[in-house]
């Protein structure tokens, strides 16, 4: 790792006191503008993973608590309650974007696409630029067999984190279909 990809990591870990971890957390614009101007798909990694990080933290215990419950409760296949627990989050703080795309997630998981997609605009409302919602708005227009809507979403995903394989690649292959079909 160069010197000054150490110094930019550390300094986005310092987190002063009075800044707030979630879609508000002002180091958020630092990372992003990384995710745009870097060639280094390493560096991009790295810049997506504090992002992520940042997006999953509250200045809240409880919600904290919450999110790994809901996270848990996710990985392993116990989705009602997931869902459950994502809800009682976005009770406690509407404006929490994580909560609503980690219920969104879950919705897509258990195939309710019309409420996914309804928590994935709220999400986007409260954070434009997530890719993981964008990403997951486009595998729902895949699995309902809207590929305009679908290459949207990838397209946009792209435009925030250009480093997105899995956008990449479905679009890529929504495109190569397209194709195959036009010939």
């Known amino acids: 790792?160069?010197?000054?990809?150490?110094?930019?990591?550390?300094?986005?870990?310092?987190?002063?006191?009075?800044?707030?971890?979630?879609?508000?957390?002002?180091?958020?614009?630092?990372?992003?503008?990384?995710?745009?101007?870097?060639?280094?798909?390493?560096?991009?990694?790295?810049?997506?993973?504090?992002?992520?990080?940042?997006?999953?933290?509250?200045?809240?215990?409880?919600?904290?608590?919450?999110?790994?419950?809901?996270?848990?409760?996710?990985?392993?296949?116990?989705?009602?309650?997931?869902?459950?627990?994502f809800s009682e989050m976005i009770q406690l703080d509407a404006g929490f974007a994580e909560a609503w795309n980690k219920r969104a997630t879950v919705y897509y998981l258990m195939g309710e696409y019309g409420s996914s997609v309804k928590d994935i605009d709220r999400t986007l409302e409260l954070e434009p630029r997530h890719f993981g919602a964008l990403s997951g708005l486009g595998l729902i227009m895949m699995a309902l067999e809207n590929e305009e809507a679908a290459i949207a979403a990838f397209e946009a995903t792209l435009a925030v984190n250009p480093f997105a394989a899995g956008a990449e690649q479905n679009l890529e292959a929504l495109r190569a279909l397209q194709k195959k079909r036009s010939l």
């Open 1 to 85: 790792m160069r010197i000054t990809e150490a110094i930019f990591i550390t300094f986005l870990l310092i987190s002063p006191a009075n800044l707030m971890a979630d879609q508000t957390d002002p180091r958020l614009d630092v990372l992003f503008n990384r995710l745009q101007t870097t060639d280094d798909a390493s560096d991009a990694a790295a810049a997506s993973q504090l992002i992520w990080a940042i997006w999953h933290q509250s200045d809240d215990d409880r919600l904290n608590e919450l999110m790994r419950r809901g996270l848990a409760q996710m990985s392993t296949g116990e989705y009602a309650d997931a869902v459950a627990t």
